[in-house]
């Protein structure tokens, strides 16, 4: 199963310089919590903003470059040798974690989306392309707990495909 996980603030902005436009340690810790223990796929960008393997996940990231070549990290060069990965491992929950330019691409193959919305603006470069809603329910609503270290209201939504 494929699911898109992201972040995205009132105006569908996703990130800022290469990372995200806020700290929000409780949307870090959503996002620790549902990928743990599951297998990720990041493109370049996004994987490098990390700064290393995620741990405790299976790390898959898409490059065009042949340099790339962390350890653990399976490496794959097109949206097809993902497609083949993902069919070949159906009882993998397989996270595509961003950055937009990979949502861009892998959307249309998404089962599942899990949407962190903050309900504040921010400055930004980069935003989530459009989706068109009609396609899929809204399965879980769960409000985040606004407090000192994480001081914008935000929700965590599911949603699933509407086959
Ligand atoms: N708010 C959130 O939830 C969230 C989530 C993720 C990311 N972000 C933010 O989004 C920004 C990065 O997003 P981005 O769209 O600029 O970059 P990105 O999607 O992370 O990475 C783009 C790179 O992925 C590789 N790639 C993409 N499609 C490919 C394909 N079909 N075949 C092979 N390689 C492919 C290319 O790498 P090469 O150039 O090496 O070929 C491309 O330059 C950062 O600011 C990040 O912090 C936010």
Redesign the pocket.
Known sequence: MISC????DMNH?????????WHLPADMKY?KNTTTGKTIL??????L?FGRPLPNRKNI?????KN?NDGDVLV????NE?LEYAKNHTTEEIFV?????????LLPYADRLYK?VIEHAFI???K?PEINYDNFELIKSTPGKTDEKNPYPFTFEVFTKIK
């Open positions: 996980l992201w972040a995205e902005v996703i990130g800022k310089d290469g990372h995200l436009p996002f990041a493109g370049r960008k996004t994987y903003s990231v898409l490059t065009s470059s790339i794959l060069h097109n949206i993902f974690v961003g950055g937009a330019n990979i949502f861009q691409q962190t930004g470069d980069v989530m």
